[in-house]
C-alpha cells in the first residue's frame, strides 16, 4: 500500500503564518529609505530652525527659543534642550538670561511695557486678556504685534545702552589725558627745578662776577674824577 501526501498538507512557506509574516517583515531596502527620508527630514528641519533662530531678534530671549513669556523655567529648559544642537551658543544665551532671575524680571518688564503699548493702539484697556476675543484673528497677529514692540524697545534700550558705554569711555578718555597732562605738568616743574638747582653754583659765580666788576668800575671812575 502506497503512501499518499494528504491532501490538507500545505507546504510552510505558503501557511497564513508565513505570509503575514513576509508581509511585516521590512526589506532592507525600505529600512535604507525610511532612514534616507528620516535623514531629509531632520536635516530640514535643522536648516529651517538655524534660519529662525539667525533671524530672530537677537535681544529678545523668548524670540530666539520660540516661546512666550509665561512660558515655564522647565518649558524653556525643554525647548532649549531641543534647539540646542542648532545653534548653541545663541541658545545658550537666552537660556541663561531667562534663567537669571533679574534679567528676566527686566525683560518682562520690557514685554509687559509693550504690551500695554500695543493694547493702547488697539483702543482696549490694559488689563485685557490674552484670551479676549476682540484680540482674536488680528493683523498682524496679536502675538507678533507685542514682539515687534518689544524689539523696538529692546532696541531703543540698547542703543541707550551703548551711548552710555560710549560716554562713559569719552569721559574715561578725557579724565585719563587730564591725569596725563598733569603728570606732565608735574614731570617739566621736577625738571625745572633740577635744572635750577644744578645751575645754583653758576649763578652765584656770575653774580659774584658781576658784583666784583661793578665794584672795580667804581673806583676807576672815582680815580679819573679825583
Partial sequence: MSDKPSSSSTPASNTPAASTERSTRATPDHVDIEKLLNREATAFQR????????????LNPYEILDIDDNATNEEIKKKYRQLSLYAFDLLKKAESELSDKTKREELDAIVKQARVMVLKTLNLPSTTEDSDPRLKDLSPPWRLQIRTKTKEMLIDEEVRRRKAIKMNLANEGLEAKKKEEEQLARKRKAEDDAVWEATREQRVDSWRSFASSSKKKKKSKANILG
Wanted: charged share 50%; net charge neutral; hydrophobic share 50%.
Fill in 47 to 58: 536648516e529651517i530652525e538655524v534660519e529662525r533662530i539667525l533671524k530672530a531678534f537677537k
